[in-house]
Structure formats: structure tokens, C-alpha cells
């Protein structure tokens, strides 16, 4: 786990140093631009095998269909069936969701593999616990969103996006502020920090829980060993637990992903 790449600190006074994020963003792989904190790091490095794990597996996975698929096609058909049925046909709709499919089956599977990463020995990152790599994906989300709004409505996308049906106009006044908060600055916001929030949260969890077991076997004797044992057994929890949580995530984010597509599609609100 997490522990063999965190080894247990302590303090002047001998006391137990809880791991910082940035004990967890190593250094740069290939550094450049120092003065500017950029360079090739190990995050860049998930994000690029991710997307690479993801379109090899599904082009060797529907290079020879088959009628009767074998198991590697059989795995990719229900992947891509996943995502296209209970994300894309359920939300978008049955007239306007073939076009977003492959959008959203790509935004799932490169989100959760490297949700996934964070959980793989050697890696044990999740590129999204960078937040600008949340942003990144939110701000994709968002343009896509904004874009698609325009090409269907024009200029009357922000009307309808700013005034909702039945709304009296004299309370026009205070609901349009508050739809342009809502929809233009609060969406693209939680739609990164939800993701980035839960990667980073659930990531520092189990690398407390690493740590602190680390400490408690090498500094500790007698019963403290033995409570190494249960924060062992509690860190081996969290990390199963880390594990739905990533899953979860790259649903999560397609769906609304799905949603806001949906928005702009529909002719009222």
C-alpha cells in the first residue's frame, strides 16, 4: 500500500507527522521550467497512460467482431452498453443520445482508469487530485455545453438557460442573477471540485492511514504495535472503500456530463 512509499515521520518531539498532499505529488520525472514549479511529473504520466489504456483496449476489443463475441469483446460491448444505455439513452434520450455516446464512453473510461490509478501499486495516483486536471475536465464539459446551446438555440440559449418557464416577471429581477451564478460560475465549478475533492480526500485518507500504521510498528511496543494492527485493518477498509469511491466518481461526472447536454438540447426549462 500507500505505506511503503510513505515511510513514517515524525516530529522534533519524536510525535507522529501526518503525510501533506504534497508528500504525495512527488517531484517531476522530467523537469523543466523549474522557476515556473512545471515539468513532466508522474501525474502528466497517468493521464497519458490512461488515455492510452483506454483506446487500446477498446480498438483490440472491437478490431474482429464476432456474432458470438469472445470474452475481451463481450467485455468491451457491455463497457460501451453501460454507458450508452443507462447514461446516454436514460438522460439525453432516445432521439438525441447516439451522437454523445462516444463522448460520454470516453469521459467515463479515461476518468475511471485514473480514478483506478490512485489504487495501483507503483502509480498510487489519481491524476484528478491535481485540481487542474479537474478543471481541465470540466472545462470540456462546459465549452461542449455552451457550444452545443448556441448551435441549437442561437442567442435564445441564454434566455433559456437565465429565465425559467413560468417564472413572473417581477421576480425576473432576482432570478436571472441567480441562474447566471448557477448555471455559468457554480456548474463548471462543482462539476471539477466534486471529483477533485473526493480524489484527493479519499487518497489522503489511506495515505494517513498507511503512515500511521508505518509509525505505530516501527515506533511503537507492546499494545501500540497491536493498535498498528487496527489502523492497518481500518487503512485495508478505506482503500475498498477508495476503490467504489473512484468508480462512483467517473459515473458520476458522465452523468452530469449527460445531463447538461440534455439541457442544452431540450427547448424549454
Known sequence: MIALALPAETGSDGGFVAPRPEDLHLPDLIPWGAAYGTGFGKQMLVVLLSAAIVAVFFLIASRRGKLVPGRLQFIGESAYGLVRNSIGKDI?????????VPLLTALFFFILVNNLMGSIPLFQLPSFSHVGS??????????????????????????????????PKVLLIVVV???????????????SMRLFATMLAGHMIIAICAAGTSFLF????GLI?????????????MFLFEVFIQVLQAYVFTLLTAVYIQGSLVEEH
Open 225 to 237: 504495535k497491536g493498535l498498528g494492527a487496527l489502523t492497518l485493518v481500518g487503512g485495508v477498509a
Open 92 to 100: 439525453i434520450g432516445e432521439k438525441e443520445f447516439r451522437p454523445w
Open 177 to 191: 442573477p441567480l441562474e447566471i451564478i448557477s448555471n455559468f460560475f457554480v456548474r463548471p465549478l462543482t462539476h
Open 134 to 167: 479537474a478543471y481541465a475536465m470540466a472545462g470540456l464539459v462546459y465549452l461542449t455545453w455552451i457550444i452545443l446551446g448556441l448551435k441549437r438555440h442561437g442567442g435564445g440559449f441564454f434566455k433559456l438557460m437565465l429565465v425559467p418557464a413560468g417564472v
Open 218 to 221: 516501527v515506533h511503537g511496543d
